[in-house]
């Protein structure tokens, strides 16, 4: 047997059969290619859903990794670390919003901004205890979590999983009226990516995310914005609420914050809001650790010394128009900012996957997103002669149905 199907044997033996992954067994990789066990190249276009902007293994983010390694890794929050400053200062910077804090996962960096409402919705809105509302969109992704399933609209991320957190309700993406509508005077909080990644990468209407800032300002209610996904360059801004101009009450980051090494998340929002949470009524062991501080600080530093923000804005627009001008007669709709890439598949011609396992056969690998997408999303430094090398391969799989 291959060393491919000898390790796929193995961890279908021993780990849980959660995911559907493509038959790949990745063993070693750097910027936007990945080996494989069997001494394959391929070019990585899914980047760990965003979590790669920075590509394999940033020599500085490395570089910052080991530096911190030779010092201290982990000091639980009983005591202070000399890493968590220079983080949380070079994050407020990026954000624009003074005070931030540090989790682990972007589920975990959810549930903190979820807590944080709850509390203003009490404390400072005056919603009586226990019936605050948080309102949150049809094809949400927002984590695994109990909480964050129960506003699930997906039934496969439901399931069996019940009983439910109460406290939410859904509305229709990308409709403001719909928002409008929904909002009473017990509502604390609307959360909602300014795309809907794993939701198929759905862009709202123009001037959507504006709206939504009108309306949380008139009625006195959080907008709190996952940009776990959107964050950190991905769709051509460093935000993509910046594209409206908005700033959420709550911003929530995870993914590319730890550079494609460490997994660190946060939430950022002003001081008036984070100083909500008392001492001792949220926390985290990992949370705030000198070792992901450090590199976290860099991935910032990276995104502002390499321009990655521009470069991923100007990739994307030549990425797109290339897809466009192929004119392939399987694409329904090519959607997306900068290098958060959807491209839909016509129904006819079936579901994404067979899409991937072919790319995947020309050394392109990506995943497929809600049956019908194929999601593009090369690390955020990739270059023309990538692109070329990636758009080549890309059009034999799109000229033709699998
Ligand atoms: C990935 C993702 C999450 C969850 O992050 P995890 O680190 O997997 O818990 C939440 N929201 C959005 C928009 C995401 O893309």
């Excluded at 390790?7 to 494989?36: M, N």
């Excluded at 200062?89 to 960096?109: C, D, H, I, V």
């Excluded at 919603?127 to 309102?135: A, H, L, Q, R, W």
Aim: with cysteine.
């Amino acid at each position: 047997m291959s060393k491919t199907a000898d390790l796929i044997e193995q961890v279908d033996q021993y780990s849980a059969h959660h995911y559907h992954p493509l038959p790949i067994v990745i063993e070693r990789a750097e910027g936007c290619w990945v080996h494989d066990v069997e001494g394959g190249k391929f070019m990585d276009m899914l980047s760990a859903y965003s979590a790669l902007n920075h590509g394999h293994r940033h020599p500085r983010i490395l570089e910052a990794m080991k530096k911190q390694l030779d010092k201290v890794t982990l000091t639980s929050r009983a005591f202070h670390n000399d890493q968590i400053g220079p983080f949380s200062e070079q994050l407020a910077k990026a954000t624009g919003l003074g005070m931030s804090l540090p989790m682990n996962s972007g589920a975990e960096a959810v549930e903190t901004a979820l807590k944080l409402a709850r509390k203003w919705g009490h404390v400072v809105k005056g919603i009586p205890k226990n019936t605050g509302e948080i309102i949150v969109c049809d094809g949400n992704f927002h984590g695994r979590t109990i909480s964050i399933i129960s506003f699930s609209t997906e039934p496969k991320y439901k399931g069996a999983f019940g009983p439910f957190t109460p406290g939410f309700k859904s509305i229709p993406y990308g409709d403001s009226d719909a928002l409008a509508q929904a909002i009473t005077p017990e509502t604390a909080a609307f959360l909602v990516e300014p795309i809907q990644g794993e939701g198929g990468v759905i862009v709202p209407p123009e001037g959507y995310m504006k709206r939504v800032r009108e309306l949380c300002d008139k009625h006195n209610v959080l907008l709190i914005a996952d940009e776990i996904q959107t964050g950190l360059g991905r769709t051509g801004k460093m935000f993509c609420c910046e594209y409206d101009d908005v700033k959420p009450d709550i911003l929530i980051m995870g993914k590319a914050l730890g550079g494609g090494v460490y997994p660190i998340s946060a939430i950022s929002s002003e001081p008036e809001l984070m100083l909500l949470f008392g001492k001792g009524e949220h926390g985290s062991t990992f949370g705030g650790n000198p070792l992901g501080c450090a590199v976290a600080t860099e991935a910032l530093r990276i995104i502002e010394d390499e321009g990655l923000v521009a470069r991923s804005y100007e990739t994307g627009e030549i990425f797109r128009a290339r897809l466009s001008e192929m004119a392939s007669p399987l694409i329904k709709e090519i959607r997306g900012r900068g290098l958060l890439i959807g491209v839909e598949i016509k129904e006819e011609y079936g579901p994404a996957r067979p899409f991937c396992e072919a790319l995947m056969s020309h050394q392109i690998l990506c995943k497929e997103t809600h049956e019908s997408v194929l999601r593009f999303a090369p690390p955020l430094g990739f270059s023309a002669d990538e692109l070329d090398w990636a758009m080549e391969r890309i059009e034999k799989v799109l000229k033709n149905a699998p």
